[in-house]
């Protein structure tokens, strides 16, 4: 009886719905943030990663990340206003640049800027497509923010691409990767944004930590 309790209650009530969004400001200058005091989550990952499609489910909007992803605005620090009391901050991919000789990362400078600067950072989410083997720049970032003490989850998307059976072992090798050099696995979710899945769970993470910084 109990249990089923539990169980009808954490499906009836989700901590996080999001009511509004609105786009607010882009810019390539953490200084330039939005000036106030109201927590940052921030979204990155490689080109093609499904953030765009992401922040619009996460929202439910069509194109809120496409709005301020005109071109040119796709390398900026994009930020949004949900719900009037966390920014959802929208962040360049980032990747390599390839001539015939060399593979080179780029990490814009202002990135590097905005999560060492921006005090209410309270958390980044990384997103890796499930179906990548992990890939050295992904690694390596996570790697640089835990150095900086940013805390981050991982979000592994378009898990509808893969069928589940193949979904935990993409995320077991992922892992099994990361344990090489980590004592500590972070925190993940998985999504599709074409099925819906796993967009509450962020939510409600989100919903969660702001409940805990009041
Ligand atoms: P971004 O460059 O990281 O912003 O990626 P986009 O959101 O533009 O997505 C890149 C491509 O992946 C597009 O063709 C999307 O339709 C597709 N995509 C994004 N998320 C999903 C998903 O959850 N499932 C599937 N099947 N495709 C997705």
């Known amino acids: 009886m109990c249990l089923f309790l539990i169980g009808f209650k954490k499906r009836v009530f989700s901590i996080m719905q999001v009511l509004s969004s609105e786009f607010l400001i882009s810019n390539t ?28 489910a ?41 001539t015939s000789k060399t593979k080179k990362k780029v990490f814009q400078k202002f990135i590097i800027s905005y999560f060492k600067k921006r005090n209410q950072l309270v958390s980044a989410f990384v997103l890796i497509d499930i179906r990548h083997k992990p890939q050295l720049i992904d690694l390596d970032f996570m790697y ?19 069928k589940p059976v193949n979904v935990k072992t993409h995320i077991e090798n992922y892992f099994k990767t990361m344990s090489d050099q980590w004592s500590l696995l972070p925190n993940h979710f998985v999504t599709s944004t074409l099925k819906k899945n796993g967009l509450e769970e962020v939510l409600d993470y989100i919903g969660n930590l702001n409940i805990t910084l009041k």
């Open 29 to 56: 200058d953490v200084a330039k943030c939005p000036n106030n005091f109201l927590p940052d989550y921030a979204f990155i990952g490689r080109s093609n990663v499904g953030k765009s499609s992401l922040i619009n």
């Open 58 to 98: 996460l929202c439910n909007k069509k194109s809120l990340a496409k709005t301020s992803s005109r071109p040119g605005k796709t390398q900026l620090i994009n930020h949004f206003l949900i719900n009037k009391s966390w920014h959802l901050v929208d962040l360049p991919g980032y990747g390599y640049t390839r």
């Open 144 to 162: 640089w923010l835990a150095e900086k003490k940013i805390p981050f989850s991982i979000i592994f998307t378009k898990s509808d691409k893969l």
